[in-house]
C-alpha cells in the first residue's frame, strides 16, 4: 500500500502530465483550426469579383464543395445570372481559355460532381412518386431544367467542349462515379427520363 507522501506525489505527477497533455492536444486543435481558416477560400461576391476569382472558388476543393448542397445550388444560380450578360461572359469565356490542364479539370470535376448530386436528388425524388401522371410532368419538368442547363454550360464554357457532353454523356458519367445502390436508382430515372424524351421529340415532329 503506498503512502500518503507516495499518493501526492503520484497525483502530482499525472496531474502535470495531464495538464501537458491537455495542452499538447489544444495547440493540435489550435492548429487544425487555423489550417482550416488558412486553406478555406473566402466565398467570392459574385457581382464585383474576377471571374477567374469565382472560378478558382469553383475549382478549389475547400471551396464551393465545402458548402451545403442547397447552398451550392444558390451559389451557381447567382453566378449563372450574372454570367448572362454578354460583357461577363466574355470575361468568363477569356479565364477559361487561359485554364492550364490540371485547372480545367479540377473546374470540370467540381461542376460535375456538384450536377451528380443533384442528379441523385431528382432520382430519389423521381423514385417517390407513385402517380403515373406526376411521374410524367416530374420528368417533362426535369428534361427542360436539364436542357437549359447543359445549353448554358456549352454557351460560356466553349473552351470546355471537349470535357463536358451533353445530358446522356453526363448521366453515363454519374452512373460511372456512384455505388451500386445510386447506380439501380440513377438508371431508373435515366430510363425514364429517355422514354419521356422521346415522346417530346414525337410530339414536337407533329407539331413542326
Not at 85 to 102: I, S, V
Not at 125 to 154: C, M, P, V, W, Y
Not at 171 to 182: A, G, I, R, S
Request: glycine share 8%; proline share 2%.
Amino acid at each position: 500500500m503506498m503512502t500518503t507522501d507516495e499518493v501526492k506525489t503520484t497525483v502530482k505527477k499525472h496531474r502535470w502530465a495531464a495538464i501537458l497533455g491537455g495542452a499538447a492536444g489544444l495547440v493540435v486543435l489550435l492548429g487544425w483550426v487555423g489550417y482550416e481558416i488558412a486553406t478555406t477560400p473566402t466565398q467570392p461576391i459574385i457581382e464585383t469579383a474576377p471571374a477567374a476569382e469565382v472560378v478558382a472558388y469553383i475549382s478549389n476543393a475547400r471551396g464551393l464543395s465545402k458548402l451545403s448542397q442547397i447552398e451550392q445550388e444558390r451559389f451557381l444560380e447567382r453566378w449563372t445570372e450574372h454570367v448572362a450578360r454578354p460583357e461577363n461572359r466574355q470575361a468568363l469565356k477569356t479565364c477559361f481559355d487561359e485554364l492550364e490542364g490540371k485547372e480545367r479539370k479540377a473546374f470540370t470535376d467540381a461542376i460535375s460532381k456538384h450536377l451528380k448530386r443533384g442528379f441523385m436528388d431528382e432520382a430519389r425524388q423521381f423514385a417517390a412518386l407513385s402517380d403515373q401522371a406526376e411521374q410524367n410532368d416530374f420528368l417533362r419538368k426535369k428534361l427542360a431544367e436539364g436542357h437549359e442547363r447543359i445549353t448554358f454550360i456549352k454557351e460560356v464554357a466553349g473552351a470546355f467542349r471537349g470535357d463536358l457532353g451533353g445530358r446522356e454523356e453526363f448521366n453515363q458519367w454519374v452512373l460511372e462515379h456512384t455505388t451500386p445502390k445510386e447506380q439501380a436508382l440513377g438508371e431508373r430515372y435515366v430510363e425514364a427520363l429517355k422514354r419521356v424524351a422521346l415522346q417530346v421529340k414525337r410530339e414536337d415532329r407533329s407539331s413542326g
